[in-house]
């Protein structure tokens, strides 16, 4: 493997060290900055031409990314574009255009300028808004990168309070940020909710609100036509066995949470109040 390859496979960038250790010598060095094939950043950090601006940023800076800044080399959710950089920096100096962190206090990545997981959620959970940092942390534990019992270990003592509970609302199972949002919002809202319920005849729904009212969250997949179709019988069959069905798509769940919280509590006291109850039908002439 030639150093460009060996760059891009670390995202245009490493260390002098690096190098080295994976066979580099210096001379080789030496002549792909001489042949214009990578760029030296300064003391002990070379460059490729397609190079992470994050990552060359983070050396230098010295720093680490971490934050929603390091969110996608984990591949953790998040709700929207980070924005200004977030960097936790050895030296401490603020830098224009950067949210600036505490020290690390857990092993980095192996081998990108870029935070520990726990870090990076820490860091996060005393930074976003709490549903930014709640979809992260969601992400982390679905995919067992760490569990709620390790991120409250690290979160002691009364300042930690309001980030301990943003570290509750997370779910033994989420198959996607919406899961959780949505759990989230109805559960601040009053309702008994279940997550991930097999109701017969149907399979299993993402949602059960008071053991009444179906809500399924859905993606892109499902404005497909074989999705769409399979989506309306399972609403029929809902439907057969007592059960209502709504369904919110992700700018509902993520931008407009208090009209979807709205509609479902509208449902909700429709079916209280009887709007739904039952009437007789007589073969021949309509409902009364």
Request: overall charge positive.
């Amino acid at each position: 493997m030639n150093i460009e390859n060996f760059l891009h496979s670390r995202r245009g960038a490493a260390t002098t060290r690096t190098l080295l250790t994976a066979g580099f010598t210096r001379r080789m060095l030496t002549n792909a900055v001489r042949d214009g094939r990578v760029t030296r950043l300064h003391r002990g950090v070379y460059t490729s031409r397609r190079a992470d601006p994050d990552v060359v940023a983070a050396f230098r800076a010295d720093g680490l990314l971490t934050c929603v800044s390091a969110a996608r080399f984990y591949r953790l959710w998040t709700l929207g574009d980070p924005g200004s950089l977030h960097l936790s920096c050895s030296t401490g100096q603020a830098r224009r255009g950067v949210v600036h962190h505490g020290a690390c206090l857990h092993p980095a990545h192996s081998y990108l300028p870029v935070a520990g997981v726990a870090d990076v959620l820490i860091h996060s959970l005393r930074c976003l808004p709490e549903l930014e940092a709640l979809v992260m942390v969601q992400s982390a534990v679905s995919q067992a990168l760490l569990s709620t019992d390790f991120l409250r270990s690290k979160l002691p003592g009364n300042r930690n309070g309001k980030v301990r509970e943003i570290v509750g609302w997370v779910l033994p199972r989420a198959d996607s940020l919406l899961e959780v949002l949505a759990h989230t919002h109805f559960t601040r809202a009053g309702l008994r909710v279940r997550m991930h319920v097999d109701v017969p005849g149907v399979g299993e729904v993402d949602c059960l609100i008071e053991d009444c009212l179906i809500v399924e969250l859905d993606g892109g997949t499902h404005l497909e036509g074989k999705q769409v179709k399979k989506d309306q019988y399972r609403n029929n069959a809902g439907i057969l066995g007592g059960l209502m069905t709504l369904h919110y798509y992700y700018a509902d769940v993520v931008h407009h949470p208090q009209r979807m919280v709205g509609e479902v509590l509208v449902v909700l006291r429709n079916r209280e109040t009887g709007r739904f109850g039952p009437f007789r039908y007589i073969a021949g002439r309509p409902p009364s």
